[in-house]
């Protein structure tokens, strides 16, 4: 089973078109989104209507999350006065801009996608988060303490943990033996379709592939590639800058941070 997985979008619409043509091509067998549709620019309706004519299994980010709630706290961990200014801007627009029909979808979204597999003598337990399992905005970065991740997979009783939010794409393995077997699990991060932040400029996903032979006693069994694509980032950088954001949002997406 090959499984496309794509995450914060936030309201870049050339960017997820961009997507849904490149993934067309892959013979992908499912596809599932991992929150923040919107945010930080001037299409959240036309992104929400696409994943949703599409019927495509999606749970809530925290950008998501606060504006189902009509909030004016997106959760998200600014570092500056500067960029707590700009996001009150992107919030407070996307706040006027969402309708109330798509505003009900985000907020009823599911914090968390579950997908159990039973392969061989093994159980492979699959879970999709926005942040991590514990909060929706929670940063999983790549060097994130191997015991602490461990520690929050286990809790989780996810096999393969699948998430967002950080806007970096990255895979690891972490390993735990026991006295009767080796026990392997998968942090994946799928990046951002709309918003990189690991000065690649492309959007990014990832699609898994999943097979009779996966186990969690095999480490390579589980085959995670990382998708990049090229999509019209002059129109997206422009829409920022015709609009009241700020052109912070613009350089962000020319630059991939």
């Not at 979204?109 to 399992?133: M, R, T």
């Not at 990382?226 to 129109?235: A, L, P, S, T, V």
Request: proline fraction near 3%; glycine fraction near 6%; charged fraction near 30%.
């Amino acid at each position: 089973m090959k499984i496309a997985l794509f995450s914060d979008i936030h309201a870049n619409l050339p960017a997820l078109e961009a997507f849904f043509k490149d993934v067309e091509n892959k013979d992908i067998d499912a596809m599932y989104c991992l929150g923040d549709l919107v945010g930080y620019n001037i299409w959240p309706n036309e992104v929400i209507e696409e994943i949703r004519k599409r019927n495509i299994p999606t749970i809530a980010g925290n950008y998501d999350y606060g504006i189902g709630r009509s909030s004016d706290d997106c959760g998200c961990a600014y570092k500056t006065d500067e960029e707590k200014a700009n996001g009150s801007v992107s919030i407070s627009l996307t706040n006027k801009l969402v309708n109330d029909k798509n505003r009900q979808y985000l907020r009823t979204l599911p914090a968390h996608i579950k997908l159990e597999f039973q392969l061989n003598n093994d159980k492979l337990n699959v879970l999709f988060v926005h942040g991590s399992p514990r909060r929706i905005n929670e940063y999983l970065f790549e060097d994130r303490a191997e015991k602490s991740m461990l520690r929050i997979m286990e809790q989780a009783n996810a096999d393969v943990m699948c998430f967002g939010h950080t806007h970096q794409p990255y895979h690891r393995v972490l390993r735990k033996e026991s006295e009767d077997q080796k026990h392997f699990r998968h942090a994946i991060n799928i990046g951002s379709v709309g918003k990189p932040k690991d000065r690649d400029n492309r959007g990014s996903y990832v699609i898994i592939t999943i097979n009779e032979e996966t186990s969690i006693s095999n480490e390579n069994s589980i085959k995670v590639d990382f998708i990049r694509f090229d999509y019209d980032i002059e129109k997206a950088a422009k829409a920022v800058e015709d609009s009241i954001l700020p052109n912070a949002y613009a350089d962000n997406l020319r630059n991939g941070y």
